[in-house]
């Protein structure tokens, strides 16, 4: 059950209310017209291939499910893993609890919420593609997994696998211990749960309009509280390329940069040409923002 225990603890928040709201006082959990509508989705292999892709796009799905797209993804790669038939799982059980892990998500969050759970399930998936990537030690190490995305201990993260990378090319013959498999997976973590800027621009893009939009919220909420204000989320003194390009420089590029070093593959090293790229784009909009001030 990787991806449900992922998704799981990933549970903080949600999106800004919209259709969602109509839709839930018409479908009830224990409706069961209601899960077949849902399993409609799931079970349209043409509308979820692009998944199993970097390239995808979350809000589409979005849009597809009207508003489930964390029951589509998770259900969908639950099929793609093969767990239904390997732990005998019923498949209306499984809706029901991507369905109910999407209803505990609270309504008001532009960024964090259902979404970027799938955002973060889908990533994860990818990433896990990579051959060096260990899905055993991943799946016994959920909770330290979940604890490694704290932003705060990026330092520390970024300077272990550093280490390990000088340990495994430095070092002929050199054999992985286990504490070595759960520190690439709680890197590959962290890569998914920041990975939103290493994305082509436009999806980049719809992500950076939802972490500004809730940054600016809390600091419109904490101005009013008469609370200090950190500089990223005061829409007054800030913009949103200023926060992207801080983002982007101090934890995004330097964690893939990590991460490819380790990896050394064709796809890493895309993801860190696709962050430095969307970068670039946001300097120049920062510098167009500058020059008419």
């Not at 201990?153 to 070092?171: C, H, K, M, P, S």
Request: net charge positive; hydrophobic share 40%; aromatic share 12%.
């Amino acid at each position: 059950t990787l991806i449900g225990y992922l998704v799981y603890d990933f549970v903080v928040s949600f999106r800004s209310k919209s259709k969602r709201d109509e839709w839930k006082k018409k479908r009830k959990l224990h409706d069961f017209r209601c899960l077949l509508d849902e399993s409609y989705f799931v079970d349209r292999p043409s509308l979820l291939k692009p998944a199993l892709h970097w390239s995808f796009n979350l809000f589409s799905l979005e849009r597809l499910t009207a508003g489930f797209p964390l029951l589509a993804i998770g259900t969908f790669l639950f099929q793609k893993a093969k767990f239904f038939q390997k732990f005998h799982l019923d498949y209306f059980h499984v809706i029901r609890l991507f369905k109910h892990i999407e209803d505990l998500y609270h309504e008001n969050n532009s960024y964090h919420n259902a979404l970027h759970a799938a955002d973060v399930a889908q990533a994860i998936y990818c990433l896990l593609k990579e051959q060096r990537v260990n899905k055993d030690a991943l799946k016994a190490n959920v909770k330290g997994l979940i604890l490694a995305t704290d932003i705060t201990r990026q330092d520390e993260f970024l300077q272990n696998i550093q280490d390990l990378t000088e340990r495994r090319y430095g070092q002929e013959d050199y054999v992985l211990t286990d504490d070595d498999r759960k520190l690439v997976t709680q890197v590959a973590i962290k890569c998914a749960d920041i990975s939103n800027p290493c994305r082509q621009w436009a999806v980049s893009l719809l992500w950076a309009n939802c972490i500004t939009e809730e940054f600016f919220l809390q600091g419109d909420r904490e101005n009013l509280l008469g609370l200090p204000v950190l500089p990223t989320m005061n829409r007054k003194t800030t913009t949103k390329a200023k926060v992207q390009i801080g983002f982007i420089k101090f934890l995004v590029l330097p964690l893939f940069e990590k991460w490819d070093n380790y990896m050394r593959t064709k796809f890493s090293r895309a993801l860190v040409e696709k962050c430095k790229k969307n970068l670039a784009i946001w300097t120049a909009k920062q510098a167009a923002i500058d020059r008419n001030q």
